[in-house]
């Protein structure tokens, strides 16, 4: 919980192995109440042997790391933290990309990861892959992220439609990811987060389980045990990947 004069951030979240995967790939972190910097990021990892459990975590360290060390130091305005967002993802991918090659195990390992940073009433958000940021304003959620998937590619095309998408059997296969080549081009955008709204963070082991109209149920009915609701539902739908959520109230 976070509390600036009168402002309050309120932040919780739960990662889960699912029903049927050996080990969980998904990794986040969330920040605690005294932090200066708000931050909090999710990421889903991929990769044969133990890679997408590494390039998770490894994305999200060097990221949070890399804010850390620079936010002190940059000008305030939208354009500064935008551009240190995406500086923070290229930072991620360059030490993911280069751990892959050190090891033929990790090799092709990657990941996707979604940074929120929230600061004056503003959410600064970086995006690659298919994991999604949500904010829920008075009665509707609205997507924030496009996800950089195959699938989203031929719905924008107007190849498919969104109905027929939630069932295609490459619905998994990503255009882009976090560690997979040496260069990257994430989504950076800022959105507004006023007083009472909540962000919702999500790895598509829960999205590809739960309806948006249950994540918003959920969300909005008992904000604290959302992210254990919406996991134990996810499971109860089937579980068939890692789930991770993370919630984020301006109280």
């Given at each position: ?240 990947d890692n789930i991770t959520v993370i919630v984020?109230?301006?109280?």
């Amino acid at each position: 919980m976070l509390n600036r004069g009168e402002k309050m951030i309120k932040a919780y979240a739960k990662s889960d192995i699912g029903k049927v995967r050996d080990v969980n790939q998904d990794y986040y972190y969330i920040s605690n109440s005294l932090d200066e910097i708000q931050l909090y990021m999710l990421a889903d990892g991929m990769g044969g042997y133990n890679g997408g459990e590494i390039a998770s975590k490894l994305a999200i360290q060097s990221a949070k790391s890399y804010i850390e060390n620079n936010f002190k130091d940059i000008p305030k305005d939208k354009e500064s933290i935008i551009q240190l967002i995406g500086s923070s993802m290229e930072y991620a991918n360059m030490i993911v990309y280069e751990k892959s090659k050190e090891n033929a195990e990790l090799e092709g390992m990657g990941t996707t990861l979604d940074i929120c940073l929230i600061y004056n009433n503003k959410v600064f958000i970086g995006h690659i892959g298919d994991s999604r940021v949500y904010r829920i304003r008075n009665e509707f959620l609205r997507k924030l992220t496009q996800d950089h998937s195959y699938v989203q590619k031929l719905v924008k095309d107007g190849t498919i439609t969104k109905e027929e998408a939630e069932h295609h059997p490459q619905k998994n296969m990503l255009m882009k990811a976090l560690g997979c080549n040496a260069f990257v081009e994430p989504d950076v955008m800022v959105k507004g987060f006023l007083k009472d709204d909540i962000l919702l963070m999500s790895s598509d082991g829960l999205t590809n389980m739960v309806k948006p109209e249950d994540l918003l149920r959920f969300a909005k009915k008992d904000f604290e045990q959302a992210p254990k609701e919406l996991v134990n539902l996810a499971n109860e739908n089937g579980g068939y990947d890692n789930i991770t959520v993370i919630v984020i109230k301006n109280i």
